[in-house]
C-alpha cells in the first residue's frame, strides 16, 4: 500500500516506466557498440595490419561524431519534435551500423563508424529528455537508477558477446547485431512515445556549429599527434591543438551573447550546472580512455582470447550494476555531491591499482580493481548528471541534456585518443632489446625468445598509462566538492523552495 505521506507526483506510473523502457533499449544500444568494438580492437589491427594510433580512431572518431551533432538536439528537438528525432537518430545508426559490418579496410571503417555517430549522437540526450519531462524534477534520482541498471548491462553483455562473436563468428557481426536491436526499438519508439507537435523557437546557429564541430575534431587530432611524438612545436601536433582551441574558445564567446546557441554556455557558467558537467568530463576522459585499453590488457599481456578478456571485464558491470540503484536512492535523500565523491574516490583507488598493473599482478587484484571501479562508475556518472538536471527550469533540460553529453562524449574521445597513442609511445620506450618485431597490434614476437622479454615490457607499459586516468580522475574529484549541496525545485507552484540533500 502506498504510504499517504508520499505526494503522487514523486510515484513511479506505468506511463513512465513505459517511456523508459524505450529510453533504455536505445541507449542500450548505443552503449553496447561502444563496449563490443572495445573487445574486437586487436583483431581488427590484425585484420587491418594497423597499428593502435590508428585503430584507436575507429573508438575516437566515433566519439567526436557524437560530439558533433550533440549540440544539434535542442535545435532539432524545438524544429522537428523530440519523438521524430529519437526515431530519425536510430534509423542512421543502423545505417551507419550495417556499413561498418560491411567496411573493407582501416579507413573505411573509420569513415562508417563516424557516420554511425553522427547518426546514433541524438539517441541519448533526445530519450533523456523526453523522460526528463515526463519524470519532473523530483522523480529524476530514481527514473536515473532505473535508467541506468539495464543500461550498465550494456558494459557486461557487449564484452561478452563482442568475444565470441570475434573469436567464433567474424568481427563484422559486432556490429550488424545492432540491427535487430534497433529495429525492436524503432517499433517500441513509434507506439510508446506520445507525438509532440515541433515548436521552432530559433533558428540553427551555424556559426556556431562551424566553430564547435571542427575546433573538437582538430584539437581532439592535435593531442593525438603530440601524445604520439610530433611534439607541440610541429604543424599536426601543436598547431592543431592551438587552432582548436581557438575555434572553442571562439565559440565559447560567440555562444555567451548569442540567443539560441548551440549550447547554453551561460548555464553552465552556474555553480549548480557548471560543477557537475566539470566532474563528467574529467571522470569521461579518464573512464573511456581505461575501457579502450584494459580489453588490450588481458589480450596482449595476458594473452587472453577476446571472450576471455569479455568474461573478465565483467566485473566492472556488475559493480556498477549494484552501486548506480544505491546510488540513485541516496542522491535524493542525500544529495549528490556526497554520493558522487564516495563514488570517485572509489575509482581513484581503482585507478592507482592500475597505475601499479604488470604482467604478474595476480588476476584476482585485477577483477577487485575492476569490481572497485565499477562501484564507482556506478555511483559518479547518473547522480552528476542529475544534479545539473534537478537544479534548472524545464525549457533549458533540452540544452543543458545536450550540453552535458557534448562534454561526456568530447572527454571520452580525448581519453581513448590519448591513452591510446601514450601507451603507444611507452612501449616504443620500453620495450627492451632483441623484442624485435614485437607489435600492439598483432601481440606477436619473432621468436619464444623475445616474446618472454618483451612480456614485462609491456605489463609495466600500461601500468605507466594508467596513471594519466589516476590524475584526471583526482582532477574530477577536485571538481566535485564543488557540487552544490542543495537543489531548487523550480517546477513548485509560487516560490521556489529548496529541497535539502
Same mark, same amino acid.
Given at each position: 500500500?502506498?504510504?499517504?505521506?508520499?505526494?503522487?507526483?514523486?510515484?513511479?506510473?506505468?506511463?513512465?516506466?513505459?517511456?523508459?523502457?524505450?529510453?533504455?533499449?536505445?541507449?542500450?544500444?548505443?552503449?553496447?557498440?561502444?563496449?563490443?568494438?572495445?573487445?574486437? @580492437?586487436?583483431?581488427?589491427?590484425?585484420?587491418?595490419?594497423?597499428?593502435?594510433?590508428?585503430?584507436?580512431?575507429?573508438?575516437?572518431?566515433?566519439?567526436?561524431?557524437? =560530439?558533433?551533432?550533440?549540440?544539434?538536439?535542442?535545435?532539432?528537438?524545438?524544429?522537428?519534435?523530440?519523438?521524430?528525432?529519437?526515431?530519425?537518430?536510430?534509423?542512421?545508426?543502423? %545505417?551507419?551500423?550495417?556499413?561498418?559490418?560491411?567496411?573493407?579496410?582501416?579507413?573505411?571503417?573509420?569513415? #562508417?563508424?563516424?557516420?554511425?555517430?553522427?547518426?546514433?549522437?541524438?539517441?541519448?540526450?533526445?530519450?533523456?529528455? *523526453?523522460?526528463?519531462?515526463? =519524470?519532473?524534477?523530483?522523480?529524476?534520482?530514481?527514473?536515473?537508477?532505473?535508467?541506468?541498471?539495464?543500461?550498465?548491462?550494456?558494459? *557486461?553483455? /557487449?564484452?561478452?558477446?563482442?568475444?565470441?562473436?570475434?573469436?567464433?563468428?567474424?568481427?563484422?557481426?559486432?556490429?550488424?547485431?545492432?540491427?535487430?536491436?534497433?529495429?525492436?526499438?524503432? #517499433?517500441?519508439?513509434?507506439?510508446?512515445?506520445?507525438?509532440?507537435?515541433?515548436?521552432?523557437?530559433?533558428?540553427?546557429?551555424?556559426?556556431?556549429?562551424?566553430?564547435?564541430?571542427?575546433? %573538437?575534431?582538430? #584539437?581532439?587530432?592535435? +593531442?593525438?599527434?603530440?601524445?604520439?611524438?610530433?611534439?607541440?612545436?610541429?604543424?599536426?601536433?601543436?598547431?592543431?591543438?592551438?587552432?582548436?582551441?581557438?575555434?572553442? *574558445?571562439?565559440?565559447?564567446?560567440?555562444?555567451?551573447?548569442?540567443?539560441?546557441?548551440?549550447?547554453?554556455?551561460?548555464?553552465? =557558467?552556474?555553480?549548480?550546472?557548471?560543477?557537475?558537467?566539470?566532474?563528467? #568530463? +574529467?571522470?569521461?576522459?579518464?573512464?573511456?580512455? &581505461?575501457?579502450?585499453?584494459?580489453?588490450?590488457?588481458?589480450?596482449? &599481456?595476458?594473452?587472453?582470447?577476446?571472450?576471455?578478456?569479455?568474461?573478465?571485464?565483467?566485473?566492472?558491470?556488475?559493480?556498477?550494476?549494484?552501486?548506480?540503484? @544505491?546510488?540513485?536512492?541516496?542522491?535524493?535523500?542525500?544529495? =549528490?555531491?556526497?554520493?558522487?565523491?564516495?563514488?570517485?574516490?572509489?575509482?581513484?583507488?581503482?585507478?592507482?591499482?592500475?597505475?601499479? *598493473?604488470?604482467?604478474?599482478?595476480?588476476?584476482?587484484?585485477?577483477?577487485?580493481?575492476?569490481?572497485?571501479?565499477?562501484?564507482?562508475?556506478?555511483?559518479?556518472?547518473?547522480?552528476?548528471?542529475?544534479?545539473?538536471?534537478?537544479?534548472?527550469?524545464?525549457?533549458?533540460?533540452?540544452?543543458?541534456?545536450?550540453?552535458?553529453?557534448?562534454?561526456?562524449?568530447?572527454?571520452?574521445?580525448?581519453?581513448?585518443?590519448?591513452?591510446?597513442?601514450?601507451?603507444?609511445?611507452?612501449?616504443?620506450?620500453?620495450?627492451?632489446?632483441?623484442?624485435?618485431?614485437?607489435?600492439?597490434?598483432?601481440?606477436?614476437?619473432?621468436?619464444?625468445?623475445?616474446?618472454?622479454?618483451?612480456?614485462?615490457?609491456? /605489463?609495466?607499459?600500461?601500468?605507466?598509462?594508467?596513471?594519466?586516468?589516476?590524475?584526471?580522475?583526482?582532477?574530477?574529484?577536485?571538481?566535485?566538492?564543488?557540487?552544490?549541496?542543495?537543489?531548487?525545485?523550480?517546477?513548485?507552484?509560487?516560490?521556489?523552495?529548496?529541497?535539502?540533500?
Amino acid at each position: 500500500m502506498p504510504n499517504p505521506q508520499t505526494p503522487a507526483a514523486a510515484t513511479l506510473d506505468p506511463r513512465l516506466l513505459r517511456i523508459a523502457a524505450v529510453v533504455i533499449l536505445g541507449t542500450f544500444m548505443s552503449i553496447l557498440d561502444t563496449t563490443i568494438v572495445n573487445v574486437a @580492437i586487436k583483431d581488427l589491427s590484425k585484420s587491418f595490419s594497423a597499428p593502435l594510433a590508428t585503430m584507436q580512431w575507429i573508438s575516437t572518431g566515433y566519439m567526436l561524431a557524437l =560530439a558533433t551533432v550533440i549540440p544539434l538536439t535542442g535545435w532539432a528537438a524545438d524544429r522537428f519534435g523530440t519523438k521524430r528525432l529519437y526515431m530519425a537518430s536510430i534509423g542512421m545508426f543502423l %545505417l551507419g551500423s550495417a556499413l561498418s559490418g560491411a567496411a573493407w579496410s582501416a579507413g573505411s571503417l573509420i569513415v #562508417f563508424r563516424v557516420l554511425q555517430g553522427l547518426g546514433g549522437g541524438m539517441i541519448m540526450p533526445a530519450g533523456m529528455t *523526453i523522460l526528463t519531462h515526463a =519524470a519532473g524534477p523530483k522523480r529524476m534520482g530514481r527514473v536515473m537508477g532505473i535508467v541506468g541498471v539495464p543500461m550498465l548491462l550494456a558494459p *557486461i553483455v /557487449g564484452p561478452i558477446l563482442g568475444g565470441w562473436l570475434v573469436d567464433d563468428v567474424s568481427w563484422r557481426w559486432i556490429f550488424f547485431v545492432n540491427l535487430p536491436i534497433g529495429a525492436i526499438a524503432l #517499433f517500441a519508439a513509434l507506439r510508446v512515445f506520445e507525438r509532440d507537435d515541433p515548436k521552432p523557437h530559433h533558428a540553427l546557429d551555424w556559426p556556431g556549429l562551424l566553430m564547435l564541430s571542427p575546433g %573538437l575534431a582538430i #584539437f581532439v587530432y592535435g +593531442l593525438a599527434e603530440t601524445a604520439a611524438g610530433s611534439g607541440l612545436d610541429s604543424v599536426g601536433g601543436g598547431g592543431a591543438v592551438l587552432l582548436g582551441l581557438l575555434l572553442v *574558445i571562439a565559440f565559447v564567446l560567440h555562444a555567451r551573447v548569442r540567443h539560441g546557441a548551440l549550447i547554453d554556455v551561460k548555464m553552465f =557558467a552556474q555553480r549548480a550546472v557548471g560543477a557537475p558537467a566539470l566532474t563528467v #568530463f +574529467l571522470f569521461c576522459t579518464a573512464f573511456f580512455g &581505461v575501457a579502450l585499453l584494459m580489453p588490450l590488457y588481458f589480450q596482449v &599481456v595476458r594473452g587472453d582470447s577476446a571472450l576471455r578478456a569479455g568474461l573478465l571485464l565483467a566485473a566492472q558491470g556488475i559493480g556498477a550494476m549494484i552501486s548506480m540503484p @544505491i546510488a540513485a536512492r541516496l542522491t535524493d535523500k542525500l544529495g =549528490a555531491r556526497r554520493v558522487v565523491t564516495v563514488g570517485l574516490s572509489l575509482v581513484a583507488l581503482g585507478m592507482l591499482s592500475l597505475s601499479r *598493473i604488470s604482467a604478474t599482478t595476480t588476476l584476482l587484484q585485477v577483477e577487485l580493481t575492476l569490481f572497485l571501479m565499477g562501484l564507482g562508475m556506478g555511483s559518479t556518472m547518473m547522480p552528476a548528471m542529475s544534479a545539473a538536471l534537478s537544479s534548472i527550469e524545464r525549457h533549458a533540460v533540452a540544452r543543458v541534456t545536450a550540453g552535458l553529453n557534448v562534454l561526456q562524449r568530447v572527454g571520452g574521445s580525448i581519453g581513448t585518443a590519448l591513452l591510446a597513442v601514450v601507451l603507444s609511445h611507452e612501449l616504443a620506450a620500453a620495450m627492451p632489446p632483441g623484442a624485435g618485431a614485437t607489435t600492439l597490434h598483432t601481440g606477436e614476437a619473432a621468436s619464444a625468445v623475445a616474446a618472454a622479454r618483451a612480456v614485462p615490457a609491456l /605489463g609495466a607499459a600500461f601500468g605507466h598509462t594508467f596513471t594519466w586516468s589516476l590524475v584526471l580522475v583526482v582532477c574530477a574529484l577536485a571538481a566535485a566538492f564543488f557540487i552544490r549541496r542543495r537543489h531548487v525545485d523550480v517546477t513548485a507552484p509560487g516560490a521556489a523552495h529548496v529541497i535539502v540533500e
